[in-house]
């Protein structure tokens, strides 16, 4: 199904894209998109994310190596309460 929608650039040289163009390819603010251009008009698409952009996946494996949480609170505190034994 064919659906043609309108905006105008800006003087900025900015473009709003429509709500529904929005809706139907998930664009929300940041998304990258690129523009194709082809013989007698250009191409919108929605574009993955690059493998690392967000700052979790950046993160990703720097932790690798430490020892459990548990060894490292005992280092800093000291060890903890001897359990007592059950009769």
């Given at each position: 199904?064919?659906?043609?929608?309108?905006?105008?650039?800006?003087?900025?040289?900015?473009?709003?894209?429509?709500?529904?163009?929005?809706?139907?390819?998930?664009?929300?603010?940041?998304?990258?998109?690129?523009?194709?251009?082809?013989?007698?008009?250009?191409?919108?698409?929605?574009?993955?994310?690059?493998?690392?952009?967000d700052?979790?996946?950046?993160?990703?494996?720097?932790?690798?190596?430490?020892?459990?949480?548990?060894?490292?609170?005992?280092?800093?505190?000291?060890?903890?309460?001897?359990?007592?034994?059950?009769?």
């Amino acid at each position: 199904m064919l659906y043609i929608m309108t905006s105008r650039i800006s003087s900025k040289g900015q473009i709003t894209v429509p709500a529904q163009v929005r809706r139907a390819l998930g664009l929300r603010a940041g998304t990258p998109v690129a523009f194709e251009l082809r013989s007698g008009g250009v191409l919108l698409r929605k574009r993955a994310p690059a493998a690392g952009s967000d700052p979790v996946d950046r993160l990703y494996g720097v932790l690798r190596g430490l020892p459990p949480v548990d060894q490292i609170i005992e280092q800093l505190r000291g060890p903890g309460p001897v359990p007592k034994r059950r009769r």
